[in-house]
């Protein structure tokens, strides 16, 4: 069912180092920091909203930086939500648009910032977008079924999503592990753009992957220095 949400101009947030949500994407968190469960008390009683932010680590060095957030983070909707026989909770956030983080309002007793929504462009024509689209789903099938473990579901899934923004949001928190890169694809807001750095490494993964292949050989994971 649709619903329609109205972006507060102030929100609560978690920042957690290496992470980065995206825009439709569905992140599942385990809340058990004191300070994090009144956050979810609060906005499981509110309007369910609250932002992830990835640590910006550059500035985490500064002794007087308390978990600086990096600067474009996105707000989520918490679609589903257990509670734990030891006050702990397992949820499910649903990522629902990029914002900037303007400033820090309070840090007690859980942070809270203040944020402006971001919105994509195209970057290039519709032609353009839906080709290099398939091209990356074409790729990230390649990856997923060199990668050990396999991904089919997932290669089955992007498949199926046709708008490229939605796509290169999906694709990049689901098949870039990457820290760093993903970060800078959530600080991307042209999706041409987005879609040729995530084509950038996913080819990369794949000639990786390739040798990892080739040295490989028959050897299994666990004797791979046998070879």
Known sequence: MEMEITLPEEVPVMTLQ?????????MPLHIFEPRYRQMLRDVLASNRL??????DVQRASDPTAFEPPCRV???????????????????????LCRVEVLSIAHDEPYRRIRV????????????????LRAELARLISVKLRLAPGGGKEMADFLRTVDDPEIFSDIAAF????????????LETLDVHR?????RGRVASDIDRLKLWRKVQGRLSDDRISDN
């Open 50 to 55: 609250f932002a992830v932010a990835g640590l």
């Open 116 to 131: 402006r929504a971001l919105s994509s462009s195209a970057g290039a024509s519709s032609v353009e977008n839906e080709s």
């Open 18 to 26: 290496g992470t980065a949500l995206f825009p439709q994407a569905l």
């Open 194 to 198: 987005r879609l040729e750095l995530l």
């Open 73 to 95: 983070a996105t707000v989520g909707i918490v679609r589903a939500c257990q509670k734990n026989d030891n006050g702990t909770s397992n949820l499910l956030l649903q990522g």
């Open 174 to 185: 689901s098949v870039c592990e990457d820290s760093r890169l993903k970060q800078r694809l």
